[in-house]
């Protein structure tokens, strides 16, 4: 009961972000003494996955954190949370730089255009000195890295700095896991404990505590946000 796992498989937006910090929160108050992060996603929000980062880097837990498939972009910021990183052997990491994104018909005086540019300029710091930090490489060498956009195999992450074991295992058969996708849903009828049962269509942002009358037992091994 000391350890919960999470599988992050999905993009790093405000919602999935927001469900990543319910999972930690509930964590923390229940007095568990690792979290184990498992991580696929092609990145997303700079803003997001920062906070998420210092987050885990200043919670009152161990955070071990598993590439089990693709780890790119703002996602390799999240990785280097762990205090122990690890990655399947057929995986990859993607490393690049960061881009402001324009949406519609904006238009930007100069200094808005200094504004933008400057949060951009501090945005590829930051993560350059997460990665730097974490791989003990110089900091320029890594947004070097960045801007030449390198795509790197287990063996090179580990290499390189990311990766401190390659393996295959993941998780125990008796994992208590949480699991954050963009559609994870539920089999029609499952039955929870004290009668409760789940619609088809599983909203995102589902999480066990919302539903009144439930509590966590060993019939449910797998809690679905």
Do not use: W
């Amino acid at each position: 009961m000391n350890d919960l796992y999470v599988r992050f498989m999905a993009p790093v937006i405000p919602q999935t972000a927001d469900l990543l910090f319910k999972a930690l929160d509930s964590a923390i108050a229940q007095k568990r003494q690792r979290v184990h992060l498992l991580i696929s996603s092609p990145g997303g929000s700079v803003f997001h996955g920062l906070s998420i980062y210092n987050f885990l880097k200043g919670a009152p837990i161990e955070v071990m954190t598993y590439n089990f498939g693709s780890v790119d972009s703002i996602g390799v910021v999240m990785f280097c949370a762990g205090t122990r990183r690890f990655s399947v052997p057929h995986a990859r990491f993607l490393i690049h730089g960061v881009k402001l994104n324009v949406n519609g018909n904006n238009s930007f005086d100069e200094k808005q255009l200094e504004e933008h540019l400057k949060g951009v300029k501090i945005d590829q710091q930051n993560i350059a000195q997460v990665i730097a930090d974490t791989t003990e490489r110089p900091r320029d060498k890594v947004e070097n890295d960045m801007n030449s956009r390198i795509t790197l195999s287990p063996i090179e992450a580990k290499n390189y700095g990311l990766v401190h074991e390659i393996k295959s295992e993941l998780f125990p058969q008796d994992a208590q896991m949480i699991m954050i996708g963009e559609n994870v849903q539920l089999p029609q009828g499952i039955q929870l404990p004290n009668g409760i049962q789940l619609p088809f269509n599983l909203p995102l942002g589902f999480t066990y505590p919302s539903v009144e009358g439930y509590t966590q037992s060993d019939d449910l091994k797998y809690v679905t946000i």
